[in-house]
């Protein structure tokens, strides 16, 4: 080879090789943080009293979303969603994925870290799963959680050596166990001092514990002792997961990776009280929502942008420069099976049912992004009750399918002292709600949030909202069947 040529062989190498790391500096780190049951409780989202330090620091740093929303309120259900970017009835996961319940999504569900591992990020999971089946939800690396999923300080220092391998970039899913209810008889009184996972045994933690008389009482919970104690643990099981996502943060910025990492913090489902979890109300489904990205974005913002869970996976995609995911074709060699069961014959663009928000970080007002749906089916195994819903900015309108039935409960929170202490009531309220009402509902239920956010009076057969009750309802059959929903036939059907 003459030595120009070879010179010019060289240069293109390097040219090439420079081209290859640029792009792969140009794609950042993601880190996914799923709180267990974490409804609107942190400073940065107005509460004065629980102490979330490093959230609110987060939250200064990045993009609060004041309107950010689960599409299902139960926790493998929601997770699913999270990982899948599909609704319920489209992923398969309608409900718990453990013990007896063993729901589990299909096999031709293609779930975040599945895409990301395939497009050569390196990915690992640490804490809480509680999906299925693992080959569709599959991680490179499952990182021990030595302390407990509950001790997420520990979690976070398990995660250095896997955050510091500089090779490719990374996505982590990150999920404690916190502030999930759980540990100890619930139903009598005195309460258990482990409601909440709360125990001071936890290496590295520093256990902050609150007075019941000094907690903030929702609206949409009675105000009395029961309440009050149970509040006051799980603020403080909040209180541990803040000091395990402030390890994280640490962790990162010990490695050099914080610069190049976008952080997502979020939810499952609202709090595990009743009137919130399992429940498709705005304490169950109004999530927080805190982004950190890199980049030259304004910090501390808050965005009025109402974001779906189904939002969370192909956000996390844009951010990974991928556009467009293909759904393999499946072969069948049976000519009947194919018949019967179609399938295409190559690889066709794989759809999801949510859209990257990454452009409401770096604006205030982006138009479109002023409505949300939400797919609710079971919690646990005997709790069938699917619902359908759609969130506007101002009105909520939700479709019992099961209305004849009575509203089944989660079994923790029907124990629940504050529950307990509300049926032992002479009232028949349960916060602002009567509790008749709770438990036997209505086909639909019509709120117009502006003029009554805690969701009491029923407007869907006032004759004054006769034409929102009609609008709503079109949209959400029309979203029934754009997602595929089997529940549609319930519109001809009954």
């Keep these: 080879m003459k030595p120009i040529a070879c010179l010019l062989c060289i240069l293109l190498a390097a040219g090439l090789g420079l081209g290859a790391q640029a792009a792969q500096a140009a794609q950042p780190n993601l880190v996914l943080v799923v709180a267990d049951d974490h409804g609107l409780d942190a400073g940065c989202y107005g509460n004065r009293v629980v102490q979330t330090p490093n959230l609110d620091r987060l939250a200064r740093e990045g993009t609060l979303y004041t309107r950010a929303f689960c599409t299902t309120a139960s926790c493998s259900a929601s997770r699913s969603v999270l990982l899948s970017g599909l609704h319920n009835h489209q992923n398969g996961q309608y409900g718990h994925q453990h013990s007896f319940h063993h729901f589990s999504s299909f096999k031709t569900v ?146 050099g990776q914080y610069e ?56 996390l995609l844009d951010f990974a420069g991928i556009k467009e995911v293909l759904a393999p074709a499946l072969v069948q060699a049976d000519p009947e099976e194919r018949r019967n069961n179609p399938r295409p014959a190559r690889d066709v663009p794989y759809t999801f049912h949510g859209r990257s928000f990454q452009e409401t970080l770096a604006k205030d007002a982006v138009p479109g992004w002023d409505c949300v749906f939400a797919s609710h089916t079971f919690h646990e195994i005997t709790m069938y009750y699917p619902m359908r819903v759609i969130r506007t900015e101002r009105f909520k309108l939700i479709l019992n399918l099961a209305h004849p039935l009575p ?67 079109a949209q959400l059959k029309e979203f029934q069947q754009r997602t595929g929903d089997p529940w549609v036939v319930k519109y001809k059907y009954e």
């Design 260 to 315: 190049n990492t976008v952080i997502i913090y979020t939810a499952d489902n609202g709090s595990a009280m009743p009137g919130s979890k399992t429940t498709l109300y705005e304490p169950g489904m109004r999530l927080p929502l805190v982004v950190r990205a890199p980049g030259d974005l304004k910090r501390g913002r808050q965005s009025q942008a109402m974001i779906s869970w189904v939002d969370i996976t192909p956000t």
């Design 407 to 473: 509203f089944p409960f989660a079994s923790d929170l029907f124990e629940s002292a504050a529950w307990q202490a509300a049926l032992q009531s002479s009232s028949d309220l349960f916060g602002k709600r009567k509790m008749t009402k709770f438990i036997q509902r209505s086909r639909l239920e019509l709120y117009d949030l502006e003029k009554d956010p805690d969701e009491v009076v029923n407007l869907a057969n006032d004759p004054a909202h006769i034409k929102v009750v009609a609008d709503l309802s």
């Design 110 to 255: 293609q779930s975040l870290p599945a895409i990301l591992g395939k497009q050569g990020y390196r990915t690992a999971r640490i804490g809480k799963f509680h999906v299925a089946p693992e080959e569709v939800y599959s991680f490179q690396k499952t990182l021990p959680s030595a302390g407990g999923n509950r001790n997420s300080v520990a979690m976070a220092n398990q995660c250095q050596e896997f955050v510091a391998d500089k090779s490719k970039p990374f996505f982590l899913y990150f999920c404690s166990s916190d502030p999930h209810r759980g540990g100890g008889k619930i139903a009598n009184q005195p309460l258990s001092p482990d409601l909440f996972g709360n125990r001071p045994n936890y290496p590295g933690v520093k256990e902050v514990v609150y007075d019941p008389e000094k907690v903030i009482v929702p609206s949409w919970m009675p105000d009395n002792g029961a309440t009050r104690a149970e509040i006051a643990q799980y603020y403080q099981a909040i209180s541990r997961l803040d000091q395990g996502l402030g390890r994280l943060v640490e962790v990162l910025k010990e490695t």
